[in-house]
């Protein structure tokens, strides 16, 4: 079968991989339909991210089953899922409890797309991909709803929905005119893509909140938060932000964090998505003082999933409006390649 490999200086290639075997008693093998850039995949497949290349690059996708274990008792063959991109067993304690990101069951990181580094499952940018828990981590898409607004469902959108889901409704109730901000990009340019701040603003929309301001430094960006409702803010505004009640670390930056920090607001709440940076400088007099609450950590994408398909299927959320870009599977290659080289914010491609 086919699977496109990154490689260094950015290279993309479809290369002749041996498939799959057969699934086990527990397993599926699927075929990804709809597949979705990821923020971090620029950085990966140039090479500017701890994973080493090269790399068979993808891990959101929406897949059709082809074949199940005997076993396997939630999907069947021609159904229509979401491949979330973390590996996890369903039934270690981890899994039970939600944290499906730290499944016990595998080894740590276990992920799609990230080669070495995530222990080689493949990426979903290949014409079929090994499920080894099937029941666990493959989820139904509703009726109705399109694999390509969907693909991100795997990892991007379950990552901006929970910055703003488990907080905002609480702060809300306490207050229904609580702001949101999302810090996004505080200099000109990033390696980074801007769908998970554009995802978070649209949630925190979908979800009551009646102001959300989105911080980035790049124009086109602004132009489509603008566009989408969000009110965008230029980085040097935003000394002149007012704190808001939950901010959203974004920017994947050490100093994009202080800024989102010292713009929370008292008893208010900052998630960050995290970064690849090891250190940051927190201010702690401030969290202290104003009793502040800091979440960061990696999505548990199998526990969110659901309710995120359920925002989708009733409308709510509409992911689509955020793609930038559509190809066919076949043209990965050089769609990606564009992707990679320019801004672009969301590349989905599709059979
Ligand atoms: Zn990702
Ligand atoms: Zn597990």
Redesign the pocket.
Known sequence: MRALIASGGGRLTWRSVPAPPPPGPDAALVRPIAVAT????RALALGDTPFPLPLSIG??CVAEVLEVGGEVANVQVGDRVVVQ?EINCGLCGACRAGFTSNCTGVPPLSMYGFGLGGGHWGGVLADQVAVPFADAMLVPLPEGVDPVAAASVA??IC?AYRHVAPHLPGLLRRDPDAEVLVIACLGGRTIYSASVPLYAGLIALALGARRVRLVDGRADVRAVAAGLGLEPVHPRALRTTPPASLVVAASATSRGLWAALSHTAADGVCSSLGGLHRTARIPMMQLYARNISFHVGRTDVRALAPSVLELIADGRFQPERVISTRGALDDAHRVLDAHYRTGDIKTVLSR
């Open positions: 990821c923020d971090l995949d891990h959101e991109f990892d991007t990552d």
